[in-house]
Nanobody, 117 residues
Framework: QAQLVESGGGLVQAGGSLRLSCKSSKMVFSFYDLDWYRQAPGKERELVAHITSDSKTHYAEFVEGRFTISRDNVNKVFYLQLSSLRPEDTAVYYC???????????WGQGTQVTVSS
């Protein structure tokens, strides 16, 4: 069974930075489109950033140029660089990988990001 394991969350002051990592295993990583989602308490899970198998990127409007998604197909890991963090960015961040041709979709376990004011 394919697996995604996240790391890199934590507590940071407003204006600070974090880098989230999502390491994959047992999947043909380069085939997959990859996403980062987040879910704040009492809110629905929302898309933060998306990167296609050929490295095209898309960001939610609220990102406003502060975050960067990237992928490393050799080491089968992808990242979300968070910068200029705001208290409203506080949430559990989840990584997700999908290959629609095979109907495969996998989620990480989530990592907590807390931004203090």
């Amino acid at each position: 069974q394919a697996q995604l394991v996240e790391s890199g969350g934590g507590l940071v002051q407003a204006g600070g930075s974090l880098r989230l990592s999502c390491k994959s295993s047992k999947m043909v990583f380069s085939f997959y489109d990859l996403d980062w989602y987040r879910q704040a308490p009492g809110k629905e899970r929302e898309l933060v950033a998306h990167i296609t198998s050929d490295s095209k990127t898309h960001y939610a409007e609220f990102v406003e140029g502060r975050f960067t998604i990237s992928r490393d197909n050799v080491n089968k890991v992808f990242y979300l660089q968070l910068s200029s963090l705001r208290p409203e960015d506080t949430a559990v961040y989840y990584c997700h990988a999908e290959y629609r041709t095979w109907g495969n979709s996998y989620w990480g376990q989530g990592t907590q990001v807390t931004v203090s004011s």
